[in-house]
């Protein structure tokens, strides 16, 4: 039996991050609804996706990075 090692960290991974997105929006955002109302939390929702732009600026350059990096060790 083999095991890809490399493929179930990566999975791993990926699943941490969507549960941590998840937990923040639904916990964070449902907490501000809760206590402040319905406007705060759209508005909270908004600042949430606003905070996460550059998170996800820094995942696409390193993920370019490493595609580049990847093509050029083929060739």
Not at 38 to 64: E, M, N, Y
């Amino acid at each position: 039996m083999s095991r890809d090692l490399r493929r179930y960290t990566h999975q791993t991974n990926v699943r941490l991050a969507i549960g941590a997105i998840l937990l923040l929006f639904i916990v964070g955002d449902g907490l501000i609804y809760m206590i402040y109302g319905r406007g705060a939390a759209v508005l909270g929702f908004f600042c949430l996706l606003l905070g996460l732009g550059p998170i996800v600026l820094v995942w696409l350059a390193l993920a370019i990075i490493d595609w580049v990096v990847k093509r050029a060790d083929q060739g």
